[in-house]
């Protein structure tokens, strides 16, 4: 019996043994294979890693440049009218003057609002060395009337003095007509508020909206509309920043170039997709189904259609549906529809440039619309500071 028992401990002995043996072959394997691994792998990880982190870096230097650009194409001055922070609410302590005073604004443009306070809405905006008479004063605000208007101004943009305005950049000739062009960023002054008074171009009409910006490669314009009185003199309406095409204005207009047109166009029906503001032009509502087509080769180019009616007819159109188009109005723009020569031309709301249209603020397209009227024989002209002279 003991003897079985001592064969059979062999047994087991031998059996634990070579377990052991082939456990420490196994373990020798695998810290060989690990070594060979990070040795060999390495570099290789490393380099993915480095490859990775250069790409990365890569695209966040072009994300960056690229919100750099639209933010630079984006970015506009707009009137002033702020406060220092804690003057900003509504100052109801307001006092009346025995007298009017006269003061003048002595910044480029000023909002001039429905109330002592930056919460109330903008009326309209005047422009610089604009004599305006205060009646009544806040701390921070100043109750103004000009041109049978009344609003209110912040204080701090008034003077007792009238500040110079530069001289109006002279009409280009034949001899500096290829400068101007050649050097579209030269300083150039905006219109004064007699811009129109030196108009040529403009002898039948009596309602003028006026586009101007500084230079050709511009998106940023200053938008001012003027009235003709009984005398034939012009006097300004409103003065209000926008904006026209991304690459700015152009003679040369071409589908999709992102450039508004130069020139004197007549004014279209007006639109809208939450009902008529109360303009007096013709009106019309956009549907899910309006479009407007923008196909060259296309027999229905440059016109307002039918999605429903007209499909097939047309490989491009415009949905008329699109945010900005809440309200706006076509300018008359290509009219004979010769193709690429561009299309859907409107004026509409906007906070930035636009591919072709000229835009400004929701309460500005709005004040627009409820001024115009077609029995006044309305224009519109867009020019640089330049080109003015040409009109």
């Known amino acids: 019996m003991l003897k079985k028992i001592s064969k059979k401990s062999k047994v087991i002995a031998s059996i634990i043994s070579v377990l052991l043996i082939f456990s420490l072959l196994i373990g020798i394997g695998l810290a060989k294979g ?3 691994r990070d040795t060999g792998s390495a570099p290789n990880k490393t380099a993915t890693a480095s490859f990775e982190k250069a790409k990365d870096n890569q695209k966040a230097k072009e994300t960056s440049k690229e919100e750099a650009e639209q933010a630079t194409e984006e970015s506009v001055t707009e009137p002033a009218d702020e406060v220092p922070q804690a003057e900003t609410n509504t100052d109801s302590t307001t006092t009346k003057l025995s007298e009017p005073v006269t003061k003048y604004v002595n910044i480029s443009s000023l909002n001039v609002r429905n109330g002592a306070g930056t919460e109330f809405p903008v009326l309209t905006v005047v422009t610089l060395a604009q004599e305006l008479t205060v009646t009544e004063t806040s701390e921070a605000w100043s109750k ?3 041109n049978n208007q009344t ?7 008034l003077s007792d003095t009238k500040p110079e305005v530069a001289a109006s950049t002279p009409p280009p000739t034949a001899s500096n007509q290829k400068v101007a062009a050649a050097s579209p960023s030269q300083p150039a002054t905006q219109p004064t508020n007699n811009a129109a008074d030196g108009l040529k171009t403009v002898g039948s009409n009596s309602q003028l909206i006026l586009v101007t910006t500084n230079g050709y490669n511009t998106s940023n314009a200053t938008i001012q509309t003027f009235e003709r009185d009984s005398n034939g003199k012009w006097n300004l309406v409103l003065n209000m920043n926008g904006y026209v095409g991304k690459y700015g204005l152009t003679r040369d207009m071409s589908e999709g170039g992102k450039k508004a047109p130069i020139g004197k166009f007549s004014i279209g029906t007006a639109f809208g997709q939450v009902g008529n503001p ?7 509502n956009i549907t899910a189904d309006d479009v407007w087509v923008d ?3 296309s027999s229905l180019y440059n016109t307002w259609q039918s999605r429903s009616a007209t499909q097939g007819q047309w490989n491009s159109a415009e949905n008329m549906t699109h945010p900005l188009y809440k309200y706006g109005f076509v300018i008359n723009y290509n009219t004979e529809r010769i193709p690429n020569k561009g299309s859907a031309i409107f004026f509409h709301i906007g906070t930035s440039y636009t591919l072709g249209c000229t ?3 929701e309460s500005n397209v709005i004040s627009i619309l409820k001024w115009l009227d077609p029995s ?3 224009v519109i002209i867009q020019t640089p500071i330049q080109e003015l002279g040409s009109f």
């Open 34 to 36: 690990h070594s060979e």
């Open 144 to 146: 103004v009337t000009f």
């Open 151 to 157: 609003g209110w101004v912040s204080s701090k943009y």
């Open 278 to 284: 109360g303009t007096r032009l013709p009106w019309r």
């Open 295 to 297: 196909d060259p080769n």
């Open 359 to 361: 835009a400004t603020s």
């Open 376 to 378: 006044k024989n309305l």
